[in-house]
């Protein structure tokens, strides 16, 4: 039997996509053709998200009016909704990608089960003739020439069952690499869909934003331009905002959050802005920050705190659960009941990050000395102010400390997936946006002291 290779990814012809013709026929696209499909949309969809970040940096450079704001908002809420469109054709794509590495390994799976079943028939055949003297196959033999068959034929057999063995090891090995490439696959549409979960929020956040400029159009410019003035009144507003950490007990308000990320900044050359934008887009990243307990350490399972029902694959058992129970230890917290993040029922990866910063227990345990040696003591995920110093340390091992623009997004993008994949450039970008309003929400806050000062 020979053996089938397939190329990473390669389509299955079973999969086929049907699509209803306006004269009621059908006809079928193969996974390829779809692809190619797909990456025409997408470039369609990168022309249309330039064309409108274009349209968005003209008007904002433009005088600064009621009516300018609100086109730049929908023109954001158009480019994002084309962006949730964008990744909705990622996933597509992603999925059946998997689907072929999924069937490929099924059909790998099954050669290698026939496979055996042949090297069993071949070794019971080769031990029951191993097991018969040399007077036993003389006697059993009618002449001499049929000894000399069998002599044959159990020298064939050996060279099969050598063939067979050197089969399976390489569908093993490519069983192997298709797992991997399941794995990264999977990996890879976790990641997009937490992208549309930031995208989703944004769009919900613009809309917001959008409705309440509108309210202000029916003769109220110049109360508009008023307020954009008035920095001591926006200051007050970003003092009083809450900076939202999901799962974090006694969350600091935004004034707190800044002082902890100024400090950290001085020691570690991370910009405070960058480092509260980063913390800020991962506990926007999930309601689900924080909300499971792992309580199987044999599975990784556990339950939802919120509901009490079980949570499948909270943390990865090969990868994050050891650390993990060694982390809690040494903290004094019990394992079985300290928050970790769920993970996304929709997409089936694994949650299990820690704290504000969302670190998982494997990735923690590369900066624990780092942080060891920085904090004077072990680290503790779940701490607001260690959880700032993990992720500059992190953003510093990223080449961020540059403090240019660039530096800073790559820094960002490896914090999210570890690497600097452009699909995942909403990620960055995002970071990038949220730095800036941070860096105006400070110096509007130094103008408001300064004000304040000159007051006195």
């Given at each position: 039997?020979?053996?089938?290779?397939?190329?990473?990814?390669?389509?299955?012809?079973?999969?086929?996509?049907?699509?209803?013709?306006?004269?009621?026929?059908?006809?079928?696209?193969?996974?390829?053709?779809?692809?190619?499909?797909?990456?025409?949309e997408l470039q369609q969809l990168e022309q249309q998200i330039q064309q409108y970040e274009q349209?968005?940096?003209?008007?904002?450079?433009?005088?600064?009016?009621?009516?300018?704001?609100?086109?730049?908002?929908?023109?954001?809420?158009?480019?994002?909704?084309?962006?949730?469109?964008?990744?909705?054709?990622?996933?597509?794509?992603?999925?059946?990608?998997?689907?072929?590495?999924?069937?490929?390994?099924?059909?790998?799976?099954?050669?290698?089960?026939?496979?055996?079943?042949?090297?069993?028939?071949?070794?019971?055949?080769?031990?029951?003739?191993?097991?018969?003297?040399?007077?036993?196959?003389?006697?059993?033999?009618?002449?001499?020439?049929?000894?000399?068959?069998?002599?044959?034929?159990?020298?064939?057999?050996?060279?099969?069952?050598?063939?067979?063995?050197?089969?399976?090891?390489?569908?093993?090995?490519?069983?192997?690499?298709?797992?991997?490439?399941?794995?990264?696959?999977?990996?890879?549409?976790?990641?997009?869909?937490?992208?549309?979960?930031?995208?989703?929020?944004?769009?919900?956040?613009?809309?917001?934003?959008?409705?309440?400029?509108?309210?202000?159009?029916?003769?109220?410019?110049?109360?508009?331009?008023?307020?954009?003035?008035?920095?001591?009144?926006?200051?007050?507003?970003?003092?009083?905002?809450?900076?939202?950490?999901?799962?974090?007990?006694?969350?600091?308000?935004?004034?707190?959050?800044?002082?902890?990320?100024?400090?950290?900044?001085?020691?570690?050359?991370?910009?405070?802005?960058?480092?509260?934008?980063?913390?800020?887009?991962?506990?926007?990243?999930?309601?689900?920050?924080?909300?499971?307990?792992?309580?199987?350490?044999?599975?990784?399972?556990?339950?939802?705190?919120?509901?009490?029902?079980?949570?499948?694959?909270?943390?990865?058992?090969?990868?994050?659960?050891?650390?993990?129970?060694?982390?809690?230890?040494?903290?004094?917290?019990?394992?079985?009941?300290?928050?970790?993040?769920?993970?996304?029922?929709?997409?089936?990866?694994?949650?299990?990050?820690?704290?504000?910063?969302?670190?998982?227990?494997?990735?923690?345990?590369?900066?624990?000395?780092?942080?060891?040696?920085?904090?004077?003591?072990?680290?503790?995920?779940?701490?607001?102010?260690?959880?700032?110093?993990?992720?500059?340390?992190?953003?510093?091992?990223?080449?961020?400390?540059?403090?240019?623009?660039?530096?800073?997004?790559?820094?960002?993008?490896?914090?999210?997936?570890?690497?600097?994949?452009?699909?995942?450039?909403?990620?960055?970008?995002?970071?990038?946006?949220?730095?800036?309003?941070?860096?105006?929400?400070?110096?509007?806050?130094?103008?408001?002291?300064?004000?304040?000062?000159?007051?006195?």
């Amino acid at each position: 039997m020979s053996i089938l290779r397939f190329p990473k990814k390669a389509a299955a012809t079973t999969l086929m996509l049907v699509f209803l013709l306006p004269l009621g026929g059908v006809f079928a696209l193969t996974p390829q053709e779809e692809r190619s499909q797909l990456e025409l949309e997408l470039q369609q969809l990168e022309q249309q998200i330039q064309q409108y970040e274009q349209d968005i940096t003209k008007t904002q450079q433009e005088k600064k009016t009621l009516q300018n704001q609100i086109t730049i908002v929908k023109n954001q809420i158009a480019k994002l909704n084309l962006q949730i469109t964008q990744s909705n054709r990622l996933i597509s794509d992603l999925k059946v990608q998997i689907a072929d590495t999924s069937s490929s390994i099924d059909k790998t799976g099954r050669d290698i089960e026939d496979k055996k079943a042949q090297l069993g028939d071949i070794l019971q055949r080769i031990y029951e003739e191993d097991q018969k003297t040399a007077l036993e196959i003389l006697l059993t033999g009618s002449d001499l020439s049929e000894f000399f068959e069998n002599l044959v034929a159990l020298d064939s057999l050996n060279a099969r069952n050598r063939a067979l063995l050197l089969d399976i090891q390489d569908l093993n090995v490519y069983l192997q690499d298709q797992k991997v490439s399941l794995e990264t696959d999977k990996q890879e549409e976790e990641n997009f869909v937490k992208i549309q979960i930031l995208q989703r929020q944004q769009t919900q956040a613009a809309k917001a934003e959008q409705e309440r400029l509108l309210q202000q159009t029916q003769g109220k410019e110049a109360e508009y331009q008023k307020q954009l003035a008035n920095t001591r009144l926006r200051a007050q507003e970003i003092r009083n905002r809450i900076f939202d950490i999901v799962g974090v007990p006694d969350a600091p308000t935004f004034g707190e959050a800044l002082a902890i990320a100024q400090e950290v900044s001085a020691r570690t050359g991370i910009r405070a802005a960058l480092l509260l934008a980063v913390l800020t887009q991962e506990s926007n990243l999930g309601k689900n920050v924080g909300q499971c307990y792992m309580t199987d350490a044999a599975t990784g399972g556990g339950i939802s705190i919120r509901t009490g029902a079980a949570i499948r694959n909270v943390m990865k058992p090969s990868r994050d659960v050891q650390p993990f129970l060694r982390i809690t230890g040494e903290l004094g917290r019990d394992a079985s009941k300290t928050p970790v993040s769920c993970p996304i029922p929709s997409v089936g990866g694994y949650g299990g990050a820690m704290g504000p910063a969302q670190f998982i227990p494997s990735t923690w345990a590369l900066y624990e000395k780092k942080l060891k040696d920085i904090l004077g003591r072990p680290g503790d995920p779940w701490n607001i102010k260690d959880a700032f110093m993990a992720a500059a340390v992190l953003l510093v091992d990223s080449g961020a400390a540059k403090q240019t623009y660039t530096a800073e997004w790559r820094a960002a993008m490896i914090y999210f997936s570890g690497s600097t994949n452009t699909r995942y450039r909403f990620y960055g970008d995002s970071v990038m946006a949220i730095a800036k309003g941070y860096e105006d929400d400070i110096k509007a806050l130094a103008a408001g002291a300064g004000k304040d000062l000159a007051l006195q």
